[in-house]
């Protein structure tokens, strides 16, 4: 991405006359960011890599793992723990790859209810279009 010397220069402020509070400021974005509806998983995770690389206390995976999951979207959470497999068991890539398996599962599940809607929307329609077609042709 393009840097406008706008940002570069408050960069170089920040590192130079007050490195402290670019630090605080990278941990306060760090515990409050949160997923985004339709954001990926590995968009925000890469989101939350980049700003653990300014971070003055390193975190270790299983930090990383139990950070991550307490910040992506309630449904995709809940849909997570539906599933076996317990996040203190799985490496970080591993976790991050069951995280893009669920939400995957999740569009999909909500594409099929969406077009089964459709069709029975669809099914109401042509029925009381038939009832009204019959009552007209008892009138007659």
Same mark, same amino acid.
């Given at each position: 991405?393009? &840097?406008i010397w706008d940002e570069?220069? !408050?960069?170089?402020?920040? /590192? &130079? &006359? !007050?490195?402290?509070k670019a630090s605080q400021d990278y941990e306060l974005?760090?515990?409050? +960011?949160? *997923? $985004?509806?339709? *954001?990926?998983?590995?968009? =925000?995770? @890469?989101?939350?890599? @980049?700003?653990e690389g300014y971070l003055l206390e390193k975190y270790s995976d299983y930090q990383q793992k139990m950070h991550l999951f307490g910040k992506i979207l309630p449904s995709l959470h809940a849909e997570f723990e539906k599933y076996a497999v317990k996040v203190h068991?799985? =490496?970080y890539d591993a =976790?991050?790859?069951?995280? $893009? &398996?669920? /939400? $995957? !599962?999740? +569009?999909k599940t909500? *594409?099929?209810? @969406?077009?089964?809607?459709? /069709?029975? @929307?669809?099914?109401d329609t042509s029925t009381a279009l038939k009832k009204k077609k019959l009552e007209m042709q008892k009138a007659l």
């Open positions: 991405t393009l &840097i570069f220069y !408050n960069w170089i402020h920040a /590192k &130079i &006359i !007050n490195p402290d974005k760090y515990q409050t +960011l949160t *997923q $985004s509806e339709g *954001q990926t998983v590995h968009d =925000f995770m @890469s989101i939350l890599q @980049s700003i068991d799985l =490496f =976790f991050i790859t069951k995280l $893009s &398996i669920v /939400k $995957s !599962n999740i +569009l909500t *594409q099929q209810k @969406s077009a089964t809607h459709r /069709k029975d @929307s669809h099914d």
